[in-house]
């Protein structure tokens, strides 16, 4: 497996826009995913491949990606986005999670 | 709905083993990975590998080859994850989750707190 790089936090404003990147060598040639971790519960995945967004989720999550780093963007953010969010990736060698990052929602 | 129940809190010695069992409901069983991550106390996701419970093939993370075992029993819908060599630094919630063909989760179980004590 290989390493992805997240900022250890964010912090935002309620209504504003927060953007979380991941960064690893090999996002250019393999998808990335996204999960949300909300304090004493199991993450919930919020986008895949890059930039889809599952069923449920709310449109305000949305994903990109240029070159070795993946971006989460948040719109219109909400103190219930008050979470740990990881970006996620796998080769042939295994799977990787990104360290995390503390969104604050100030 | 799809569920993965997962057995209760355990207290464990060092060097004592860990069996985990990983019961899957709302879905055909056979038909999606078995994925065992591990999260030490307020600290980030760690992939320990996967099971395919059609075949029983398994795929483990440098991290724990030689240590973890992944099984299953297509009987009971129900998946296992054991770790050998017990340290205090397994201390840790265990997740079972779900994914499918392209590598990623998309349901995860209710987490097993760990702790590893003497």
């Known amino acids: 497996s290989y390493e992805l790089t997240q900022p250890p936090s964010v912090s935002v404003s309620p209504g504003q826009t927060a953007r979380i990147t991941c960064s690893g060598d090999l996002l250019p040639n393999k998808y990335a995913y996204w999960y949300q971790q909300k304090v004493g519960q199991a993450p919930v995945l919020v986008i895949y491949k890059d930039r889809q967004r599952p069923s449920g989720i709310p449109e305000r999550f949305s994903g990109s990606g240029s070159g070795t780093t993946v971006t989460l963007t948040i719109s219109g953010v909400q103190a219930e986005d008050e979470a740990e969010y990881y970006c996620?990736?796998?080769?042939?060698?295994?799977?990787?999670f990104g360290g995390g990052t503390k969104l604050i929602v100030l | 709905q799809v569920q993965l129940v997962q057995s209760g809190a355990e207290v464990k010695k060092p060097g004592a083993s860990l069996k985990v069992s990983c019961k899957a409901s709302?879905?055909?069983?056979?038909?999606?990975?078995i994925h065992w991550v591990r999260q030490d106390p307020g600290q980030g996701l760690e992939w320990m590998g996967r099971?395919?419970?059609?075949?029983?093939?398994?795929d483990y993370a440098q991290n724990f080859q030689g240590r973890v075992t992944m099984t299953r029993d297509t009987s009971i819908s129900t998946a296992y994850m054991e770790l050998s060599g017990l340290k205090s630094d397994d201390t840790a919630i265990y997740y079972c989750?779900?994914?499918?063909?392209?590598?990623?989760?998309?349901?995860w179980g209710q987490g097993n707190l760990v702790t590893v004590s003497s």
């Open positions: 989750a779900r994914g499918g063909q392209d590598p990623y989760i998309d349901y």
């Open positions: 099971i395919n419970p059609n075949s029983g093939g398994t």
């Open positions: 996620q990736s796998a080769d042939s060698s295994g799977w990787a």
């Open positions: 709302g879905y055909t069983f056979t038909s999606y990975y």
